[in-house]
């Protein structure tokens, strides 16, 4: 059975930093894409960040230049850095790892940025 576990969450002032980490547990192989979502109260989960296992990075525009993902494929894990935050930042952040057709989610963590 696949798990993702996430890590990092946390409540910090605007302009702080926080870095989220997800790691899988069980058998999962050749990961195609691993990615960050997030959703706040009454908003629709959006993207936040993708990493292709060649290493392509995709961010949406309003966390350009502040959050960086990566990941590391020996350990099945995906990072989230996220520099600068902002209140608008505050939100429940979903990891996803897509394998073939199917995608896992994991159980969320809730990341909230004060002014």
């Known amino acids: 059975q696949v798990q993702l576990v996430e890590s990092g969450e946390g409540l910090v002032r605007a302009a702080g930093s926080l870095r989220l980490s997800c790691a899988a547990s069980?058998?999962?192989?050749?990961?195609?894409?691993r990615s960050w979502y997030r959703q706040a109260p009454g908003k629709q989960r959006e993207l936040v960040a993708a990493?292709?296992?060649?290493?392509?990075?995709n961010y949406a525009d309003s966390v350009k230049g502040r959050f960086t993902i990566s990941q590391d494929n020996t350990k099945n894990t995906v990072f989230l850095q996220m520099n600068s935050l902002e209140p608008e930042d505050t939100a429940v952040y979903y990891c996803?790892?897509?394998?073939?057709?199917?995608?896992?989610w994991g159980q969320g963590t809730q990341v909230t940025v004060s002014s």
């Open positions: 996803r790892f897509v394998v073939g057709a199917n995608g896992y």
């Open positions: 990493i292709t296992s060649g290493g392509i990075t």
């Open positions: 069980g058998s999962i192989w050749r990961v195609a894409v």
